[in-house]
């Protein structure tokens, strides 16, 4: 179970990471919201959730 449940935070940091990536913020905006993900990967989750660059997805 403790498997699935790291696997799923894995995803979800992957993810998130590629968002931030994809996102209109400065370079070293999106450097610290990454270290942030990778370093703490529940909490930083949660905080880019509700905080962090979203992706811009107009064209």
């Given at each position: 179970?403790?498997?699935?449940?790291?696997?799923?935070?894995f995803a979800l940091?992957?993810?998130?990471?590629?968002?931030?990536?994809?996102s209109n913020a400065?370079?070293?905006?999106?450097?610290?919201?990454?270290?942030?993900?990778?370093?703490?990967?529940?909490?930083?989750?949660?905080?880019?959730?509700?905080?962090?660059?979203?992706?811009?997805?107009?064209?």
């Amino acid at each position: 179970m403790k498997f699935i449940i790291g696997l799923i935070i894995f995803a979800l940091d992957v993810w998130a990471i590629a968002m931030i990536i994809n996102s209109n913020a400065e370079t070293s905006t999106k450097i610290l919201w990454i270290a942030l993900v990778a370093f703490l990967p529940v909490l930083g989750l949660i905080i880019w959730w509700f905080a962090g660059p979203k992706p811009n997805y107009s064209a």
